[in-house]
């Protein structure tokens, strides 16, 4: 359940947009209930629904939408690599091979220690610097990667435990 500093945060998102049009409020509420829970479940969802006035579909097809929201548990760090044209062209499909081995887990997957999860996403507006990944919850980019700077970020990360 939100807690009341969190319901009045919610209720002044809501503010922000013209009577009738509570939806619009969906994605940064959406964003809010992930910071607290870590992913969307479907009861956290339904109390999205519950919140915003909205049938419980209308959330669901927007959290499965959009690859930022996390439809169940993920690691700490969540690695979300760049899949589209312009990095592919730069090895980026190489690049997310290499994490996979490197971590033992596919694409959707959660190391055994919950430290990483390694996801693809579609542009993450880089396209000069690829491959490049952004690092989750934080959402730092890291840009023109090489399996060595693959191997800097793990330790480093894993040293923060």
């Not at 592919?88 to 959707?108: F, N, P, R, S, W």
Request: proline share 5%.
């Amino acid at each position: 359940m939100f807690s009341e500093s969190r319901l009045n945060q919610i209720n002044e998102i809501v503010k922000r947009y013209p009577e009738g049009r509570h939806k619009s409020a969906l994605l940064p509420v959406l964003h809010l209930a992930q910071e607290d829970h870590g992913w969307l479940s479907i009861d956290t969802m339904n109390e999205v629904a519950g919140v915003l006035n909205l049938e419980p579909i209308e959330v669901y097809e927007v959290a499965s939408f959009y690859t930022m929201f996390h439809l169940k548990p993920v690691g700490k760090y969540v690695l979300e690599v760049c899949r589209t044209g312009p990095c592919c062209t730069v090895g980026a499909e190489e690049l997310v091979q290499y994490i996979e081995d490197k971590l033992h887990i596919q694409v959707g997957e959660t190391t055994a220690d919950g430290l990483f999860t390694l996801k693809t996403v579609e542009c993450l507006a880089a396209c000069g610097t690829g491959p490049v990944l952004q690092i989750g919850p934080e959402y730092k980019y890291r840009e023109n990667l090489t399996p060595q700077k693959i191997d800097e970020l793990i330790d480093e990360l894993r040293a923060k435990g």
